[in-house]
């Protein structure tokens, strides 16, 4: 019953800053013990976790990404956000929004994924 959907621009020049945001429906990004996950897919490339934030608001990034990510949560629309800073041609990828179920089961809810184009 959960829905999430990705929303944001489909290109971004390089050195800038990708943002996006997921929205939820179905479920409130608050409950206790859900966690939302952002996870993006270069083309020819295997599925790349980028971090999440949790139903405290506490975020966890990917090491390789850290310092270029920032995730966020807006309660009130019940939609979280990603930033990526300082975006090269090699962010270029199929960005996706997800809900984490916990290590057993991992993400058991996925958005469509939105296409994201760094060039000039």
């Known amino acids: 019953q959960v829905q999430l959907q990705e929303s944001g621009p489909g290109l971004v020049k390089p050195s800038l800053t990708l943002s996006l945001i997921c929205t939820v429906s179905?479920?409130?990004?608050?409950?206790?013990?859900?966690?939302w996950t952002w996870i993006r897919q270069p083309p020819g490339k295997g599925l790349e976790w980028i971090g999440r934030?949790?139903?405290?608001?506490?975020?966890y990034y990917s090491p390789s990404l850290k310092s270029r990510t920032s995730i966020s949560r807006d309660t009130s629309n019940n939609q979280f956000s990603l930033q990526l800073s300082s975006v090269t041609p090699e962010d270029t990828a199929v960005y996706y929004c997800?809900?984490?179920?916990?290590?057993?089961?991992?993400?058991?809810?996925w958005g469509q994924g939105t296409q994201v184009t760094v060039s000039s």
């Open positions: 997800a809900k984490y179920n916990g290590p057993e089961t991992e993400h058991d809810y």
């Open positions: 934030i949790a139903y405290t608001g506490e975020t």
């Open positions: 179905g479920g409130s990004i608050t409950t206790n013990d859900y966690y």
